[in-house]
């Protein structure tokens, strides 16, 4: 009678151990699967950043230290219909007219945007996009 009720208890430990090995194993499916959905959520909210960050390094356009001096010791500008030209040094915006493709320094001056108009100031935003491209 002895061996009868061990086996019993052993056979009762080892489905209770099945038991909860079942359900830690359901538990870290469910997580997973949380998991899973986490990244495709976060994966198709930003997979436009990740794509340009995959290409730009598959690309090799990696910033050097040479490009980030160049970057820095280059003025870009914005020149419209081949005759004004805008760009911003300084933090201070500037308009020049531009005559054989290079920019009349007698006619440089920096732009007034506190008493510029609301139009104005929508094109000289344009401009800094365009200059940051």
Not at 16 to 32: E, Q, R, Y
Not at 44 to 56: F, S
Not at 89 to 96: D, E, S
Request: net charge negative.
């Amino acid at each position: 009678m002895a061996k009868t009720s061990s086996a019993r208890r052993l056979f009762y430990i080892c489905s209770i151990s099945t038991m909860v090995f079942n359900i830690v194993n359901l538990i870290f499916a469910i997580d997973t699967r949380k998991s899973i959905m986490f990244f495709d959520s976060m994966m198709e909210k930003h997979k436009d950043e990740l794509h340009n960050m995959y290409y730009e390094k598959a690309s090799g356009n990696v910033e050097t230290q040479m490009s980030k001096m160049i970057g820095k010791s280059t003025l870009k500008m914005v020149i419209l219909n081949n005759s004004d030209a805008f760009w911003v040094q300084n933090h201070t915006f500037y308009h020049g007219k531009v005559f054989n493709g290079e920019v009349d320094g007698d006619s440089v001056k920096p732009i007034d945007v506190f008493n510029a108009s609301k139009k104005d100031i929508n094109f000289l935003f344009d401009v800094l996009d365009d200059i940051n491209e």
